[in-house]
């Protein structure tokens, strides 16, 4: 098993960076890889990033791909996504996923955190 827990949401302006953290505990973290996913009210879960197990590979959304940065400390126990430019269309609760896969697709990640707010206002 892997606990996740992400830190770090809030309000920004438009134009705002803003950095999440994903701390992980349990089961060795560093062999599996990495994501992050979006919820917006009324809207499905979507796919924001991944990274596998040693931060060389990463895979991004055209939304916000030169946008957004997603990298991880295996000593630490930690994913992180930098979030810059940011846009009101950004506005979500932001989830951390786990799992054995680099797809876009979150049935295919077996761990999730509670998720940390993000709001850009315009």
């Known amino acids: 098993q892997v606990q996740l827990v992400e830190s770090g949401g809030g309000l920004v302006q438009a134009g705002d960076s803003l950095r999440l953290s994903c701390a992980a505990s349990?089961?060795?973290?560093?062999?599996?890889?990495a994501g992050w996913f979006r919820q917006a009210p009324g809207k499905e879960r979507e796919f924001v990033a991944v990274i596998n197990w040693g931060g060389f590979v990463t895979t991004y959304a055209n939304s916000v791909k030169g946008r957004f940065i997603i990298s991880r400390d295996n000593a630490k126990n930690t994913v992180y996504l930098q979030m810059n430019s940011l846009k009101p269309e950004d506005t979500a609760v932001y989830y951390c996923a786990a799992g054995s896969t680099l797809e876009p697709d979150r049935k295919r990640y077996d761990y999730w955190g509670q998720g940390t707010q993000v709001t850009v206002s315009s």
């Open positions: 349990g089961r060795t973290f560093s062999n599996i890889a």
